[in-house]
């Protein structure tokens, strides 16, 4: 697994409080993690804060699985 | 009760009689304050008077690019924001069919639209620290309607809109929205009326006089407190029992 795959998945974990082997890559934040729409906003700007990048809304807005996460962040971070 | 030492809060239009009086007032329950306004002298008035603890933000609500600044300011003059007080408001009283456009903008921007992108800006460092208190002050008028003031009466009901919808969504968060709504305060704002006005606004007044600028802190103090954790949503009405709502 990524350096940026499993810091991703700590920050899960942490913010949403679930169990570490249900945040698989296909795990969606609301549907299969508990989150509700404010903890995806929060999520992302853990996310940003964490990776130091600046994640638009429409991107943000796509990023509704944890695999969504650390493929943008994969490639935010690859530059 | 009601200890703010260690607290952080921005209080927008402090250069006028309720902001003032409301800065002095969280000063005083320990908090450090970030005071903004247009009038710069009497910022720094005030900002003298209370010698520590005090940061000057000069700001025109009117203008969006320096809202948006605002609440980043005062994060980083005073390493967060817990409390935000959006008390700044103006009035340009009509007759509703004299309105003017520009009127109504100027009034909607600085008054709600201003709150609006305030609330917004701090509730990044709100969610993340898991603590917030966001105080709207509004108006009796925004309740009750004012024959004058459709203007000023819609931005003051679009606050506690504003308000009600931002503190269901945050409430999970413990950050706190509510809204202080003062009835007819001494200030510069209504020392504008005629004696026969103001004796003709007494005669609706239970209480028998004008509210003074302390009477709104104090109910600012108190939703801005650890004590108000519970209350969100919530307008209260500090008005000497001229409306019982």
Not at chain 1, 47 to 60: N, Q, Y
Not at chain 2, 46 to 52: G, K, P, Q, V, Y
């Amino acid at each position: 697994m990524s350096d940026v795959a499993e810091r991703v998945r700590k920050i899960v974990i942490e913010h949403l409080g679930v169990d570490a082997e249900k945040v698989v890559d296909n795990a969606n934040f609301i549907e299969d993690l508990g989150a509700d729409s404010l903890d995806t906003v929060e999520l992302v700007m853990a996310f940003e804060e964490e990776f130091s990048v600046e994640i638009p809304d429409d991107s943000a807005e796509a990023i509704v699985t944890v695999g969504d996460a650390i493929r943008f962040l994969e490639k935010a971070t690859a530059a | 009760m009601f200890d703010l030492s260690g607290k952080t809060a921005l209080v927008t239009g402090a250069s006028g009689g309720i902001g003032g009086a409301t800065a002095r007032a969280l000063h005083r329950q320990g908090a450090t304050v970030a005071i903004s306004g247009t009038r710069l002298e009497a910022l720094e008035a005030l900002a003298a008077e209370l010698s520590s603890r005090v940061h000057i933000l000069p700001c025109d609500l009117a203008d969006p690019a320096q809202v948006e600044k605002l609440t980043p300011a005062a994060e980083a003059a005073m390493g967060s924001l817990d409390i935000l007080v959006n008390n700044a408001g103006l009035t340009r009283d009509n007759l509703f069919m004299r309105l003017k456009d520009e009127d109504w903008d100027l009034v909607l921007a600085v008054n709600l639209t201003a709150a609006f992108r305030l609330n917004r800006a701090a509730m990044k460092g709100m969610l993340k620290r898991r603590y917030g208190r966001i105080i709207g002050i509004t108006s009796i008028v925004g309740v009750t309607g004012n024959a004058g003031q459709g203007n000023y009466a819609a931005s003051k009901a679009g606050m506690i809109g504003m308000s009600k919808s931002l503190a269901a969504e945050v409430a999970a968060r413990n950050v706190t929205v509510n809204c202080v709504a003062p009835g007819f305060i001494e200030t510069p704002m209504t020392d504008v009326l005629n004696e026969k006005q103001k004796a003709a606004i007494l005669t609706n007044v239970p209480m028998g006089r004008l509210g003074n600028g302390d009477d709104i802190a104090a109910a600012v103090v108190y939703l801005a407190s650890a004590e108000a954790a519970y209350v969100t949503g919530q307008t209260l009405h500090v008005n000497g029992g001229m409306a019982m709502i």
